[in-house]
């Protein structure tokens, strides 16, 4: 901080410094030709508030930009199909039908599954590297290789996913599906790329988010509720359950929340192993669609009414992601505790 | 007596709190296990398959259109060019926005009702899924047309990225600032400073190491974005040329990934497992650097 | 050990007492990574008294307070040698259970720290866990009412402890351990967050409280030690030769009246006469 200072103070002392030695009967204010502040300098303050402020208000452009033109390029197809569009999953750009229910409902079942999978996980890696569990060093290791793991580019996943995960899984896929292939989840053969293995590509992705949140969240439980809750004779596990994570529980819904937006519009590593088709079929070893992965698929050979209904899709998923985030932002203020 | 006070002090296993705990604590050693597991196999794939594939070539040659040659797929010299040049310009295009934008947060705004709504749509804007931002340009910029009659470009895919960057900047820039103390701010101002001097002589210099973390976080997300880029600035199978490559399409590694993992050929699904390990090593030396530089102070 | 340690073991005689020793302290040594806290302390304290620890501050008081139920478990890399013997047992011996010891050493802390629940399960949240089988909402009035917060409780019980003023959560919190009901209760500086009346309602509190149970007290108030105390132990500390941070260790103890009328050592002497500290 006294290093950033310097230029500023620094300069003043040299002045104050001068004054005794060379001009001490007179007035130092011969020294300041700067007295008065020069209009440049006026106008560079202002000109530069101006400008940041502008900056500042170019977010607010964008996102009203990007519901603006995703809205205005879907006007066509929603005048043309309506709700219709939601309920049908036709998607046939000879016949020039179009309806995304197939791939609403893989964006849901997708998301809702695979954070079925990531939130115990994830909260279960925050309690362990939280809790002396293990030496202070190693939880730090855990902790930033959790860190990093989310920073790998999801088409790297998806790579992985086609060649290594889908591949090692399908006998597992079969074997459920031999065992247990009356439950109409698992009612068909596995045949490759799927709803399963995306389910499974997207909990990876998002238990760093869930697992980092969840991490700081149980941190910032006052030590002191911890102390209270052991004083009494608490266990470790009664503590956290009863105690530590009720007062952590804004932030990680919070977080479950995000993950669960970040989930929803995930596209690279779904689009990759889904299966990209839009039969719709209950059976998750069956291939599927997201509205992601449609958007990834066909956007950029489509044309006409193909675009505006891809723009109706994305603008549904708008919604969805919006709706999400925003729930998200109340749940964290209604959730959280005083202490 | 209604409370159990004949126990010993002595550590019993078999009591139901014990139990309870020792499971506890099992299953959460065995959750951590699972979700780091699959992460630790990925990346070490990457990088035993990856590093089979490092030749010389490998960054100095062009890819091979799939199909052309069954045996070599080429390299992805431009790939890399071509990500370095999106990257680049979405940089140059967030990073100057987002600092702007988070200093009028955190120094002229403070708490108003628009400094709120804008961290507000801040947060709204981090939350829509990265293809929408490629379909806003392609609905904005490639299919109509509206810069130099160019559809499919490097300006189009760098546009679309700097939208998924931006958030991240102005949060950063926003909350470094407010952790500069206000003694500071006013000492600078107490001394005749103006405003614009305070923020970029005194405010921004403390604040410097959280915001230069935050963007190298962007960038390093941003290089290995590839939903916005697939319809926004395509592929090439060429080297970039400067200036006029700019409104043309460009390669990047994230697209050439996703295109040659779907190739029916062993030589371009090989070649993707390289670029993944050129991508993911640049992506977690940057994040490597902006973890140690934290933990240095 | 007391010809190794004349000076810091004149106080292990309670002839007087007639009261048996409850804990006690043989040579405790606790230290922070590689720093020591404090530093052979022994101590015998008796049973059904209110013992307590005064002493400068950074002198140790409370960390070994803390000791005592193995609250420093909690902090990486705090350790203890010697040994602390409750109810017949060395408590940082490896078969221990520290959770046991809690159940039985109850602890008071020096900031009111109340669950986020509400009044009632901060009482019924311990004694349930504990295992408690008898009448719940008997529990939490007798509890309440041994704490004195009863009346300013009663018609609240399902509001937050938080919405309690300081004074009242601290006496929730005594509540709350007395219905755990442990031999001993610890209290680390009870009322320092406190004002002036609810100190004297605490003080009050402890009084009643040492009927049945052994009480020790931590405190930077020397006019409360004598008004709450029995018996009285005085920490110091100083620093070693080789100008590291300071350690401290137990100068003096023995009954209060003793300690404030006529102490053995001069740096006690010192100390109550407000010479430093």
């Known amino acids: ?12 002392h040299i002045m104050s410094n001068q004054i005794p030695k060379s001009k001490a009967p007179n007035l130092p204010e011969s020294l300041y030709k700067l007295r ?3 209009h440049s300098e ?7 508030k101006d400008a940041v402020y502008l900056m500042a208000s170019m977010v607010a452009v964008f996102l009203i930009a990007i519901f603006v033109v995703v809205f205005i390029g879907s006007i066509e197809s929603m005048s043309r199909y309506g709700l219709k569009f939601l309920t049908t999953s036709n998607w046939n750009p000879i016949t020039d039908e179009y309806g995304a229910f197939a791939a609403i409902y893989g964006t849901i079942i997708t998301s809702i599954f695979s954070l079925a999978i990531a939130v115990p996980l994830g909260i279960g890696t925050a309690i362990f590297i939280t809790e002396d ?14 860190e990093l793991l989310a920073a790998i580019p999801s088409v790297i996943l998806g790579l992985w996913a086609i060649f290594v995960m889908e591949p090692f899984l399908r006998p597992l896929f079969a074997l459920i599906h031999k065992k247990l292939g009356w439950i109409f989840f698992f009612s068909s053969e596995p045949i490759g790329a799927g709803i399963a293995p995306a389910i499974l590509i997207l909990s990876i992705m998002i238990l760093p988010i869930i697992t980092a949140i969840s991490r700081d969240s149980l941190n910032q439980v006052p030590f002191r509720l911890r102390q209270a809750a052991y004083g009494v004779g608490a266990t470790r596990s009664t503590t956290i359950i009863n105690i530590i994570l009720p007062a952590a529980i804004s932030g990680i819904t919070g977080g479950i929340l995000l993950a669960l937006g970040r989930a929803l519009g995930e596209t690279m590593a779904v689009t990759m192993i889904i299966g990209n088709s839009n039969n719709f079929s209950l059976s998750l070893f069956s291939p599927g669609y997201t509205i992601s992965s449609m958007l990834a698929n066909q956007f950029g050979e489509a044309d006409g009414n193909q675009v505006s209904s891809l723009m109706y899709a994305s603008f549904i998923l708008m919604i969805i992601t919006l709706t999400v985030n925003l729930a998200a932002n109340w749940l964290v203020k209604r959730l959280s505790l005083k202490y | 007596m209604t409370f159990n006070n004949n126990s010993r002090l002595k550590y019993k296993a078999s009591l139901k709190r014990n139990i309870y705990n020792s499971l ?6 065995v959750f951590t296990i699972l979700s780091i597991l699959p992460l630790i196999l990925l990346l070490s794939y990457v990088f035993i398959k990856g590093a089979t594939q490092i030749n010389l070539s490998l960054l100095s040659n062009l890819p091979e259109p799939p199909g052309d040659d069954l045996l070599n797929a080429g390299g992805i010299g431009n790939a890399l060019q071509g990500t370095i040049i999106i990257t680049l310009i979405a940089s140059s295009i967030a990073v100057p926005i987002g600092v702007g934008g988070g200093i009028y947060l955190a120094e002229y705004a403070r708490n108003g009702k628009f400094a709120s709504f804008i961290r507000f749509g801040t947060n709204v804007l981090s939350g829509v899924p990265s293809i929408i931002a490629g379909v806003f340009i392609y609905g904005i910029i490639v299919s109509t047309k509206i810069i130099f009659n160019s559809t499919y470009s490097a300006l189009a895919g760098g546009i679309s990225l700097s939208i998924l960057m931006l958030p991240t900047v102005i949060k950063t820039t926003d909350e470094g600032l407010k952790l500069v103390s206000d003694d500071l701010r006013k000492g600078a101002l107490s001394v005749g400073a103006s405003k614009f001097l305070t923020i970029t002589q005194v405010t921004l210099p403390a604040a410097i190491k959280p915001i230069t973390t935050g963007i190298i976080l962007a960038i390093a997300r941003a290089a290995g974005e590839t939903a916005p880029l697939i319809f926004t600035a395509l592929f090439s199978f060429y080297w970039f040329e400067a200036p006029t490559s700019i409104l043309e399409p460009i390669a990047s590694l994230s697209v050439l990934i996703y295109n040659f993992a779907l190739e029916p050929y062993e030589a371009q699904n090989q070649l993707a497992w390289a670029a993944s390990l050129i991508l993911v090593s640049i992506i977690l030396i940057m994040n490597i650097i902006t973890k140690l530089w934290a933990r240095k102070s | 050990m007391s010809s190794k340690f004349p000076k810091k073991n004149q106080n292990a005689n309670n002839r007087r007492e007639s009261k048996p020793t409850c804990i006690s302290l043989q040579n405790v040594t606790i230290s922070y990574k590689n720093k020591t806290a404090v530093r052979n302390i022994y101590c015998e304290i008796p049973k059904e008294k209110v013992t ?7 002198c140790g008081k409370s960390t070994v307070l803390r000791a005592i139920n193995r609250m420093n478990d909690l902090i990486e890399g705090c350790t203890l040698k010697g040994r602390l013997v409750f109810d017949g047992v060395d408590i940082y011996e490896k078969s221990i259970d520290p959770v046991e010891v809690r159940r039985r050493i109850g602890m008071v802390f020096q900031q009111p720290n109340p669950f986020p629940k509400s009044i009632y399960e901060n009482i019924a949240f311990g004694a349930r866990i504990n295992g408690y089988t008898g009448n719940m909402d008997e529990l939490v009035e007798s509890s309440l009412k041994k704490a004195a917060v009863w009346d300013e409780c009663k018609d609240k019980l399902n509001e937050s402890g938080y919405s309690l003023s300081g004074g009242q959560q601290q006496r929730l919190c005594i509540a709350r351990t007395i219905a755990i009901q442990p031999e001993v209760i610890l209290m680390d500086e009870p009322c320092s967050a406190l004002d002036p009346i609810s100190t004297l309602k605490i003080e009050e509190t402890i009084h009643e409280l040492k009927e049945s149970f052994t009480i020790i007290i931590v405190t930077h108030n020397m006019q409360q030690a004598v008004r709450v105390s029995d018996m009285t132990a005085f920490f110091n500390a100083e620093g070693s030769e080789t100008g590291g941070s300071k350690v401290g260790y137990l ?25 430093f500290g």
């Open chain 1, 1 to 12: 901080m006294k290093g950033t200072l310097n230029p500023l103070l620094g300069k003043k």
């Open chain 1, 36 to 38: 008065q502040r020069p």
């Open chain 1, 42 to 48: 006026k106008v560079v303050d202002t000109g530069f």
């Open chain 1, 133 to 146: 569990i293990l030496p202070r060093k190693l939880r730090e290791i855990i902790s930033v290789l959790v």
């Open chain 2, 24 to 29: 506890f604590t099992f299953i959460s050693v």
């Open chain 3, 52 to 58: 307590a620890f005064i002493g400068p501050s950074g």
């Open chain 3, 251 to 275: 100068v003096e103890f023995n009954n209060t009246q003793k300690i404030f009328n006529s102490p053995a050592q001069k740096s006690t002497q010192d100390y109550i006469s407000g010479k």
